[in-house]
């Protein structure tokens, strides 16, 4: 299976603990994106990277969150002391360069769907 | 601010017959627009993608128009089968900046058999 992986694809945490995202892209794929989805919205931007490079953060992204990309490959998403409002899907997607507009589709993988009780 | 609306909820069809997915958007420095299909408990899965330069991009039984006056897009789906039903998102992104996805709610298709 070539396409996008994410580790664990159900997280049930207390609030206050941390929690660990894992996604593997596809693996030609140098750009990296996390979104968040939440009930009966549609999925939004937190951060994106370029290879190992973090290149953009959105406000969403509070200082209780963290993403890592060592060496442009797998990456982490790391979200402390956590709150009944993480509850939510995250989802990790990556593509290509855009060499051309069409390049730009992104690939999701299925997810990680949190629970913080 | 929502910058990528899908106004409508729910939509049902007929199997058969033609589904319309609507999707308006706001910021004029989108250019390129995707829609996602996504079933529960699963990530969103890519099914078509319109660049600004088009007015209409065709895949099979699925169709999306561009009109960018009014910046607005559809997703036609023609013929409606019961397994189209799922959560349609209408995406958009300026591909000169990092190709972010700015996403709407989302819009439920069910296709009666």
């Known amino acids: 299976d070539t396409g996008v992986s994410q580790d664990p694809r159900h997280k049930i945490t207390k609030r206050g603990q941390n929690v660990t995202f894992r996604c593997d892209p596809i693996s030609e794929h140098n750009r990296l994106y996390w979104y968040r989805q939440t009930l009966g919205q549609g999925p939004e931007f937190l951060t994106y990277?370029?290879?190992?490079?973090?290149?953009?953060k959105s406000r969403l992204l509070s200082d209780r969150f963290s993403a890592e990309r060592p060496k442009g490959s797998f990456s982490t998403l790391e979200i402390q002391r956590t709150e009944q409002g993480d509850s939510a899907m995250y989802l990790c997607a990556s593509s290509s360069p855009p060499h051309r507009a069409s390049d730009t589709e992104a690939f999701f993988g299925q997810g990680t769907r949190l629970t913080v009780v | 601010d929502q910058q990528v609306k899908q106004n409508s909820p729910s939509l049902s069809v007929q199997e058969g017959r033609i589904s319309i997915l609507n999707c308006d958007y706001t910021?004029?420095?989108?250019?390129?627009f995707l829609w996602y299909k996504k079933y529960p408990a699963e990530g969103p899965t890519f099914l078509i993608s319109i660049s600004s330069i088009k007015d209409k991009n065709e895949d099979g039984r699925f169709t999306v128009f561009l009109n960018k006056s009014a910046k607005h897009l559809s997703l036609h789906i023609v013929p409606s089968q019961p397994g189209d039903s799922a959560v349609y998102f209408c995406a958009a992104t300026d591909t000169g900046a990092n190709s972010k996805l700015t996403f709407g709610k989302g819009i439920t298709l069910s296709v009666r058999p």
């Open positions: 910021n004029s420095m989108f250019d390129y």
């Open positions: 990277f370029q290879n190992e490079a973090q290149l953009e």
